[in-house]
């Protein structure tokens, strides 16, 4: 009976086991840490792409069904490389003279983008009543991570409307 004893009272790490252990944790810790930083500004790239894409097509959908334009514009307070930063709003330009006043009517707002991104584009964009762009030329926003990351994306929007995006490395 006396090793059964001595077996019970063996249980458990010894101190030298448990720094190993905490050791190999922060070495593992420091290999990961800057990759899932990466991943997460990759993702909310990602969403925030998706996002504006979405809007760009319920502008233009929305300019098609009232047989109206649409405008696109910056909320007040964005700075000059991140004007979309505040976020945007979309809003029927009821008396179709290409600048947002009183009697348009906001179709839909969307919230400010976190401090870790910024978004980069044409001031104004309108989408005439059939669903192009006016004036007919193409418009650029370059989405990136505020962090120092070169990953970006790039949304091109050629005249006739419909949205590409493009994975960029020269975000500065």
């Known amino acids: 009976m006396p090793n059964l004893r001595a077996a019970a009272a063996a249980r ?7 720094m190993v252990t905490v050791s190999v944790l922060a070495i593992l810790g420091t290999v ?14 990602s969403a925030l792409s998706s996002d504006l894409v979405s809007s760009l097509m319920l502008a233009r959908t929305e300019a098609a069904r009232a047989g109206l334009p649409v405008l696109v514009l910056p909320a007040t307070g964005g700075v000059a490389g991140n004007e979309y930063g505040k976020g945007w709003n979309l809003y029927l330009d009821n008396n179709s ?4 006043d009183s009697g348009d009517t906001l179709v839909r707002t969307y919230a400010a983008l976190p401090s870790t991104l910024k978004m980069q584009g044409t001031p ?8 192009y762009l ?14 120092g990351l070169k990953n970006g994306v790039l949304v091109t929007v050629p005249p006739s409307g419909l949205a590409d995006v493009t994975r960029i490395s020269t975000c500065t």
């Open 124 to 131: 104004t964009l309108r989408f005439s009543a059939i669903g």
């Open 134 to 147: 006016t004036p007919a030329a193409t418009v650029t926003f370059v989405l990136c991570p505020s962090t």
């Open 12 to 18: 458990g790490f010894t101190l030298v086991e448990l």
């Open 32 to 45: 990961a840490i800057p990759s899932l930083t990466a991943f997460t500004a990759s993702n909310r790239l």
């Open 97 to 100: 003279n290409g600048t947002q």
